[in-house]
């Protein structure tokens, strides 16, 4: 039996927050504990403006977002009785008076938002916009791509720094002894094989690269020599939403993973450490769950998060050479070791369970899946890109997306090809047929359990480096194309695709996942938008959340329970976990 610590998450002044219908705010006053206008000297009432609250010494911040006419409201039954701290997201722009708030029970609150053009916009600027910035500045999209640095942290911190031309070698290579959610890898990334290189041994940045660098931060004075460019603020659709972030109780937390299971328990895995963590709505109480470690001396964090048909959670250890089952019901765990775990190199990144029961594991460090069988503890292997595999080309194949993030281009022989394979996301279809995202070379792989055929579907748009997948209910796939910044669709049945363009630059779409609605959601890594997709009529909204450069990693925790559906997302870089509701 583990031993769970168990966190009390919220005061008792806050225990009759439900959902909430788009109706409850359509008049003013009724139903509104906090309410008022924002504006500013130099735009007058404004729109899209995230208005944030937080009540002093809690750990949740509840968001709403003003409307065309400037008017915020806050349901009664989202801000109870107390003392709340305000904030907004408004890039450009600082709240100036006030910043406080004292809310009585029974009555509405009228506080008008005064916010002042800010000074230091520096501070506001999401990684997307920092690439926008560049972008405009004249910078090369080859050297654009290399700025891929948002798996550990964000680029405000490379652009603030003030490193030279000379200084940067010696910062780049101790970067490269880190590895997921900056964790020191357990070996010299000099020797790194090529599977996990993505098709290249690491080298040192050339002097262009160098030089790049050194012109983007502030090693040359106090103001950057580009203009800093934002992004639109939310509009009309985009701004019928209400966001609640919970603070995670360990500040370490990195949460990459959510789901929802059918008891309306939100579970988490934590990116940086050995930690299971289920968070209970109704008592706002996180438990953490230690898992056993079969590697101590490796990094400790966690990937992908799975529930099988009995309620048991799966995930697998990055580094810990290990695939994990935990019981909900018993509080117990149970590991079993990979093939390759004992591998220095051995790096697992997702795992799906099969209808039959079975688990499948994509092994990164040799591009080797694994598929357990957990009442034997055995395995079967599959090599996901043989040389008598089929490759289907892209019929009709599409220019790269707005913002593109780099990657390397496709040889014409086999042997080219090969060494830019890397696997990432997995599913199964309906008939317990493998699939794989092929990141590294623009694919989605196909395996056959039984025969171990494997065939190669390329993506509309070639290179796009698809990420995490989804499969729904028709065995369709649902695909973020995080090179592209694109959403794609291939129904396994027909091998039919189809494919949308987000039209948000420099995106970065991890993730894609469908809801009882037939909305289409998605993360990224780029951006701090959960990111809605209408198939139907390609209308793409982007709701922004409060907290700056989140790192969004999954949607898979779609409450499909609510009318509309709600999502609960991980914000990985900033240590909270965000239930999203919609309006409309």
Known sequence: MSRALCFVAVLAAMLSWAVVAANQLSRPGEGISLQGTISSQAEGQMEGVLVSAKEVGGIITVTVVSDADGQYRFPANRLGAGTYNLSIRAAGYDLTSPSEVKIVANKTTQTDLKLTETKNLTSQLMNAEWLLSVEKSGASSENIGKLNCVGCHSLTKVMLSKHTAEDWPKVLQRMKTYGAGGQKLPYDPSQLPISLSMGSKPVGPDKEFLKFLASINLSSGDKHSYELLTLPRPTGRATKVIITEYDLPNKRFEPHELLVDPDGMVWTTDFVGPNLIKFDLASRQFTEYQMPLLKPDFPKGNNCLEIDKAGDLWWVGLKQGGVYKFSPKTEKFDAWKLPTGDSVYSHNGCLIVSPDGTVWNNEQSIRQVQRLHPDTGEYTLYDPFPKDMTVVPAKNPQPQGVGFLGGRGLGGDYSELAASHSM?????????????????????????????????????????????????????????????????????????????????PYHGTYDAGIDKHGNVWSGGMHTDYLTKLDPGTGEVTNYLLPSLNLNIRSVGGMDNRTTPASIWVGQNHVNKIARVEFLD
């Not at 008939?431 to 025969?451: E, L, S």
């Not at 989804?470 to 049945?493: C, H, N, P, V």
């Not at 091998?495 to 948000?504: A, I, P, Y």
């Open 424 to 504: 990432y996301g997995s599913a199964i279809d309906s008939k317990g047929i493998f699939y794989v995202a092929d990141i590294g070379a623009g694919y989605i792989v196909k395996i056959i359990p039984d025969t171990k055929a494997v065939t190669l579907y390329q993506t509309p748009t070639p290179n796009s480096a698809p990420r995490k997948i989804q499969m729904d209910s028709q065995d369709r796939l649902w695909i973020g194309e995080y090179r592209a910044g694109k959403i794609s669709m291939f129904d396994t049945r027909t091998t039919e695709w189809k494919e949308w363009d987000l039209n948000t």
